[in-house]
């Protein structure tokens, strides 16, 4: 049964924390790991009182019928959920794959960068163009040595790994544009750049491959509800028009996209969200939160 | 047996009935208007004639047998109107709130074209005998023998819900997908609990899973699995989709991707499905003190008393057109004019004004009179020289019309027509054999009784394919 494997919801299989703000949960969905394809997403609700958040599918595995999520704490939801998603616990509703697979194919050279959240985000892309074929080099980006996750299976499907920290703690010091430009000096061949990672660091990548005149593309992640082209609130400026990154994207030519755009309407519920995080950690302090899902 | 009723011996006036008074409700989302009382029904009841050649059943798309149903009202059986409502309309609570009668039935009612007279309030009495089945706990559920065929529907609107339970009373073994993680469609995310509250929408459910029907919900058909994956691998006889039209359109005015700017479906499925009015719900909601919804049908309507309930001080309504095109049910024009919302009619957005920080200032219109009757045969609206004007806003609600939703085209071969909703032939079988489609999808954004026909005349199709009687 897809949606009921029971009542409860979707039951999340395995958990591990990459660092005391990056958790990856691995939920159970035979029909969706079927599915899945590199660049799509789903759209997660934890228990009743919950809202809908869109998170990456970072990995799914067909013989185990499970897909991973990479998530970030970083509000009122993905806090709650670091902190009451065990193995054996449940999400109330998961919802997918969302979203126009990447295009894979025909590329020869390609260079995969992740920074932040983004890292695990890029790496179904990764391994996705391996597989077609491609000559891939990653570049992953992480703020020190300590928060590194994942370069093994970077490792396992690139060619090349590029690990960059803002500290120089590990690999490269600087931001994943530093360990761009290398790849792209490095190979005159690459024919596309993928880039998943927050609005401004997108935008940094677009603004090193348009000079050099490589295909670039980005994965959007404006504020979405359904998810299914129903509210338009994911609307993303490309090029002269509006496209509705849930249905239409999230996959989109880098510089064709609107980031100074993108980023100010991110902010759209800036001050609610703030007070709904102030609100749930006082709760959590004096002991009454909501009941989390079950 | 009762004296023949004739135009000159009913009741003239219509039974009256409560509604919540208007400075009231305006601060809740509590129902706007009651049912009506027994003693109330039985006077409306008698303004019926019971017209030998009926033209309110013309007037009614699927065409409910009204005269027959307040016959048996005025004999006392509701029951048995019920049962004669159940015939052909699924959802007599739901349609009893939201019809738009006064095109439909109750615009063709032979009492409504007497001098002075109001038609017989058909959608009130249908209410009544709805509400008073859900209340008694009646269903309509027949002796169903399965005939071992499998149907799918994607899609749980009420286009899904009456294509479902008309193939689960024909014995075949039903499952609805719905993408979301509530079934109902536009009835749960869309329309508000003061028109149409959550609890009736459950007991329709409820009354679709007595029948057998299995709900699906957070499925995303097209994505988690395929149109012609239901029909191939998955063993589908038959598949209907309603998928609905939910896709909204913007202006296309300059600053319209301000924040602030937002669709009323957006607006209200935060407000409705997601619960963030309710408190204690995660999902945030833009809350403005001065609001401009542009748009005047049921969807505008909605989002302006919604916005109203929320508590904004200043709700305007922007039209280009007057009240008299307005598309929306008389009867919601009429409710949000008494709670207070500014309507400017004539008049067009222009461009949304920006305070510098990406959000909503101001909203800059212009006057319009009515010119030339348009292809649709209204007269259409231009704009007066030198009218523009503004005024200070923060929330700017669209509700211009929606698109197709275009995930099932995305992901099958299946045929749609030129504005990308799903072509289908007479019987509303679609380009890939077995699999039907209607409502929303097919027409465009219609009304909650056109979608449920569509979702039965496709299911007649549907018997007829699996060689099933009707
Ligand atoms: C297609 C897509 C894929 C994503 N993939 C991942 C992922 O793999 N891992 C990950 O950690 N995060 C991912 N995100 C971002 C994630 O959805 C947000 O971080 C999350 O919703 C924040 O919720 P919150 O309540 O914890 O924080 P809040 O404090 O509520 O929000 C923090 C910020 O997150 C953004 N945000 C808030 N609500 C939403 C929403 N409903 N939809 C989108 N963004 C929102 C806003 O910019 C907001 O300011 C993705 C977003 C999109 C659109
Ligand atoms: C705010 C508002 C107010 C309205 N008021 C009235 C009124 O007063 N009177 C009236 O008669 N009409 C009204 N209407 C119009 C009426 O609601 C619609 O015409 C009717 O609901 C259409 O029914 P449907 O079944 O075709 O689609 P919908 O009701 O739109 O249902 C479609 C369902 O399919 C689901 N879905 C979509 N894609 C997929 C997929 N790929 N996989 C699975 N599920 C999917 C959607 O999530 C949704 O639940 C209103 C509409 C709105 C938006
Ligand atoms: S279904 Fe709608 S149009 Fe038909 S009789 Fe009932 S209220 Fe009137
Ligand atoms: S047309 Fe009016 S009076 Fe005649 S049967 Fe219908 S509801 Fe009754
Ligand atoms: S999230 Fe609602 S349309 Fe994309
Ligand atoms: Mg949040």
């Known amino acids: 049964m897809p949606s009921h494997p029971d009542h409860r919801g979707f039951e999340i299989v395995a958990r591990e924390d990459f660092s005391d703000v990056t958790y990856l949960l691995e939920v159970h969905h035979p029909q969706m790991a079927k599915a899945a394809r590199a660049g799509q997403f789903v759209i997660v609700m934890l228990h009743e009182h919950g809202e809908r958040i869109p998170l990456t599918i970072a990995d799914f595995d067909r013989q185990k019928g499970t897909i991973t999520l990479v998530i970030q704490a970083v509000g009122k939801t993905t806090r709650e959920m670091q902190q009451v998603c065990r193995v054996g616990t449940h999400l109330l509703a998961l919802t997918g794959p969302m979203g126009e697979p990447s295009h894979i194919g025909g590329q020869r050279h390609v260079v995969c960068v992740g920074g932040g959240l983004g890292v695990a985000p890029i790496f179904p892309q990764a391994r996705a163009y391996k597989e077609s074929g491609a000559t891939v080099v990653a570049v992953v980006g992480f703020r020190s040595k300590d928060l590194v996750f994942w370069e093994d299976k970077f490792r396992a499907c690139c060619d090349e790994v590029i690990v960059c920290t803002d500290d120089g703690s590990a690999g490269l010091k600087g931001n994943v544009t530093t360990g761009l430009r290398q790849a792209l000096d490095a190979d005159p061949e690459i024919d596309e750049v993928v880039a998943i990672g927050p609005p401004v660091m997108m935008k940094a990548c677009a603004e090193v491959t348009r000079p050099r005149n490589i295909k670039t593309v980005v994965s959007l992640n404006p504020i979405m509800v359904d998810g299914t082209g129903m509210c338009g609130g994911c609307r993303v400026k490309i090029g002269t028009g509006i496209k509705f990154a849930c249905v239409d994207g999230p996959d989109f030519d880098a510089h064709q996209v609107d980031f100074d755009d993108l980023m100010v309407r991110l902010k759209r519920f800036s001050e609610t969200e703030k007070a709904a995080l102030a609100r749930w950690e006082e709760g959590c302090r004096l002991g009454t939160a909501q009941p989390a899902g079950k | ?470």
Not at chain 2, 166 to 185: I, L, N, R, S, W
Not at chain 2, 416 to 429: M, N, S, V
């Open chain 2, 1 to 470: 047996m009762a004296k023949k009723k004739t135009i000159k011996t009913i009741p003239r006036e219509r039974a009256h009935v409560e509604e919540q008074n208007p400075a009231l409700r305006a601060r809740n989302f509590d129902e706007v208007t009651f049912c009506l009382s027994p003693d109330q029904a039985q006077i409306e009841t008698d303004r019926c004639i019971e017209c030998p050649n009926p033209g309110c059943v013309k007037g009614c798309p699927v065409g409910v047998d009204i005269r027959g149903f307040v016959a048996k009202l005025a004999a006392g059986d509701i029951r048995g109107a019920y049962e004669v409502i159940t015939e052909t309309n699924l959802l007599p609570a739901v349609c009893g709130r939201v019809c738009p009668q006064e095109h439909q039935c109750e615009g063709a009612c032979v009492v409504g074209k007497a001098k002075g007279l109001a038609p017989v309030a058909i959608g009130r009495l249908e209410r009544f005998v709805g509400d008073t089945a859900i209340a008694n706990g009646w269903t309509n559920i027949p002796y169903i023998e399965p005939n071992g065929y499998k149907v799918g529907i994607v899609g749980s609107g009420p286009a899904g819900m009456a294509c479902a339970a008309d193939m689960a009373k024909a014995g075949c073994d039903v499952t609805v997908y719905e993408a979301f993680h509530v079934p109902g469609g536009v009835l749960r995310y869309g329309i508000p609990d003061f028109r149409l509250p959550n609890s009736v929408i459950d007991a329709e459910i409820a009354n679709l899973e007595k029948l057998g029907v299995k709900f699906e919900c957070n499925v995303l058909v097209g994505r988690l699995f395929t149109i012609e994956q239901m029909i191939g691998e998955m063993g589908f006889d038959a598949v209907f989709i309603g998928t609905g039209a939910g896709y909204p359109t913007f202006p296309g005015i300059p600053g319209d991707n301000l924040n602030g700017v937002l669709s009323a479906n957006e607006l209200l499925t935060r407000c409705n499905m997601m619960r963030a009015k309710d408190g204690g719900f995660d999902t945030p909601l833009p809350i403005g003190t001065r609001v401009a919804v542009i748009g005047a049908g049921n969807t505008a309507m909605d989002a302006l008393r919604v916005c109203k309930r929320l508590g904004a001080a200043e709700v305007r309504c922007i039209y280009r057109r007057s009240r008299a095109e307005a598309p929306a049910r008389v009867e919601e024009v009429h409710h949000a004019e008494e709670e207070g919302i500014d309507f400017q009619w004539l008049t067009a957005p222009v461009e949304v004004l920006d305070d510098g920080k990406g959000n909503v200032r101001a909203l800059r219109c212009i006057r319009m009179e009515l010119g030339a009757p348009d292809a649709s045969g209204r007269r259409s609206p231009v704009p007066v020289a030198d009218s523009e004007y503004e005024f200070d806003c923060d929330l700017v609600v669209v509700a211009i019309g929606t698109n197709a939703n275009p995930i099932i085209g995305q992901t099958s071969r299946i045929k749609l027509d030129k504005r990308g909703y799903i072509a289908t032939d007479a019987d509303l079988a679609t380009s890939i054999p077995g699999v039907y489609a209607g409502g929303d999808i097919v027409t465009g954004a219609a009304t909650v009784i056109k979608a449920m026909g569509a979702g039965r005349r496709a299911a007649r199709s549907m018997k007829r394919y699996l060689g099933l009687r009707d």
